[in-house]
């Protein structure tokens, strides 16, 4: 999370940062998921092994996509805290 992000409490609508945050988890779901499908798909293509890049990719992927979206949702997390103190 890059910390220049404008504040909740400065002039900007107040459903901005909700939409920041949809999507950037948005984006740590898809693009992980997407590449992997697609690379998965043309590896197996091209060694004839039907599942196995797939499968593994997807998990893989998968992890990706959990640790984004665990350090993203900590981060905001941090930065309600911040501002509640304040």
């Known amino acids: 999370m890059v910390e220049s992000k404008e504040n909740l409490n400065s002039n900007s609508p107040w459903w901005k940062p909700a939409i920041q945050i949809f999507s950037e988890i948005s984006t740590w779901i898809a ?35 959990t640790y984004g979206i665990v350090k ?15």
Request: no cysteine; glycine share 10%; proline share 4%.
């Open 31 to 65: 693009v992980p998921i997407i590449l992997a499908m697609i690379g998965g798909q043309e590896l197996d293509k091209h060694y004839g092994t039907k599942p196995i890049f797939l499968l593994a990719f997807a998990g893989v992927a998968f992890l990706v996509s």
């Open 72 to 86: 993203s949702v900590r981060g905001y997390a941090a930065k309600i805290r911040r501002e509640e103190k304040k």
